[in-house]
């Protein structure tokens, strides 16, 4: 159960509350992901994430940020998606007041030092070249980028060179004033707390905060034609994702996705697996999952394999989507794979860190919040010809797109193989 309160400001708290841990995570959502960025601020989102770090008022540097919650044996981390970002801080539940202290200083009072800014800036050009060298990282920003072409979703999240060298103190406290409000924020408590203490602490730590959202993302707009996307580099492997654009997490059809997803490549008695690596060995990785815009969405196999059987993994896992768009999954299969959805969402939310984020991305995105239950019976409720049906929707030749990096130097061999 969860429960959902505002702050006077408007600003939302959410409330998870569980019994028989012995910690509670503190988690603030933000409406802040790359998406809302425009050509000239990109990676400015995520950028802003590594200098909320950098101290605010009471706790001043990196180094007293990071000691506060080292001293308790607390975890503490953020991270920036397409459509949002997030902070927190997990502790032992005695700690949870100095968990919203550090969060409420850096998000808050954060000031951005010119000199922090200057050196985080040769952090953040390491960490982008560290995803051009790993190509199961980047395999999958090339297959967004051909999906979705020059607009905001098909942009790294990352950003690009010239404008992390180039922003600047302003820049960060006009992004900050222009995102981090009110109307654009959660506060979510999930572990051992009650409602009457996280609704204090959230008073008392960010009832300060306010503004008004700037501006929204900006919806989808036409997409590229194209249908592949190769770099070709001497790499030991090839690295492959064969996909296509699937549907949003509003859709009706959401949960039939997973479902899907979970069929084709989501665990080790998938098809996918089973078929290509086992029976082949073909790969060592090799998985189907989704991706869940809030306008779009993306079902996608990646794989990992020699490159003299580059051509041969990709006929493999074509035939797997063929198969399945012309005859559909099996009722044993759907069963298997809503189990299989179930149990990872149980486990999952054992952990309060994954419950506060269950929670909290719902209230920030979505027009309603499923609790557990409604989750469950959400994904109960989908049908075979459902599945099946979004099958013969999705997987069709004129939908595949697939993005490459390795040895391979022939576009036509492999626009070939999506015919």
Known sequence: MFTLNRLPSGLPVLIAPVQGTAAVTVLVFAGAGSRYEVN????????????????????????????????????FNAFTGKEYAGYYVKVEATHT??????????????TFP?????????????????YQDTPMYQTGWDFEQLLFGDQ????????????????????????????????????????????KDGMKLAETYFGSVGG????????????????????????????????????????????????LAAVLGGSMSSRMFLNIREA???????????????????????????????????????????????????????????DFLKGKVTLSLEDSEERAHFYGKQQLLYPKVRDIPDYMKAIDDVTLDQVNALARKLLITSNLRLAVIGKEEKKEALLHLLD
């Open 40 to 75: 000239a601020e990109r990676g400015i989102s995520h950028f802003l994430e590594h200098m909320f770090f950098k101290g605010g008022k009471k706790y001043t540097s990196a180094a007293q940020v990071s000691m506060a919650i080292d001293a308790i044996g607390g975890d």
């Open 97 to 110: 007041e100095l968990a919203c202290d550090v969060l409420s200083d850096m998000l808050i009072h954060a």
């Open 114 to 130: 010119q000199e922090e800014i200057e050196k985080e800036r040769g952090v953040i050009i390491e960490e982008y070249r560290m």
């Open 152 to 195: 905001p979703l098909g942009w790294d999240t990352i950003g690009t060179e010239d404008v992390i060298r180039s922003v600047n103190q302003k820049d960060f406290m006009r992004h900050k004033n222009s995102f981090y409000t009110p109307d654009n924020l959660v506060v979510t408590f999930a572990g051992n707390i009650t409602e």
């Open 212 to 259: 008004k959202k700037a501006r929204e993302w900006q919806p989808l707009g036409a997409c590229p034609t194209e249908r592949l996307f190769l770099r070709t580099k001497p790499t030991e492997q090839a690295h492959l994702v064969l996909g296509v654009q699937g549907v949003s997490s509003q859709d009706p059809d959401h949960f039939a996705q997973k479902i």
């Open 280 to 338: 082949k060995g073909m790969c060592y990785y090799i998985s189907t999952s989704t991706d869940n815009y809030m306008d779009v969405g993306i079902l996608s196999t990646r794989a990992g394999v020699d490159t003299s059987r580059l051509h041969e993994a990709i006929s493999l896992i074509r035939h797997e989507y063929d198969v399945c768009a012309k005859d559909g999954i099996t009722k044993d299969e759907l069963k298997r794979a809503k």
